[in-house]
């Protein structure tokens, strides 16, 4: 069974600041020109392996493109690359 997505502990639609990650709503923080928010929906379903997750989406100046996400056992954070996460979108997923 899949919990429901969290509605606050997140940041959408700017990037992340310092500020943001103090009051644990943001996991990392990129410094320097030309980060920009990814346009992605936040939050939302996701895998990173098998692990479902809640996620931070950026770009950094060189196009790199990173994510973290919340495991929803434990609330541990993790950040990856983009291409490491399959986004599922905001209904939950259905187990077979």
Not at 9 to 28: P, S, V, Y
Not at 38 to 51: C, G, K, L, S, V
């Amino acid at each position: 069974m899949w919990p429901p997505l969290p509605t606050k502990g997140f940041i959408t639609g700017r990037t992340a600041t310092k500020e943001d990650i103090a009051n644990g709503n943001a996991a990392f923080f990129l410094a320097g020109d030309g980060v920009a928010a990814m346009r992605i929906e936040i939050p939302q379903y996701a895998y990173h392996i098998d692990d479902k997750t809640g996620m931070q989406a950026e770009r950094t100046s060189d196009g790199k493109e990173l994510l973290a996400m919340q495991q929803v056992e434990g609330g541990g954070k993790m950040i990856g690359l983009f291409a490491e996460f399959k986004l599922l979108g905001k209904l939950p997923p259905k187990v077979d």
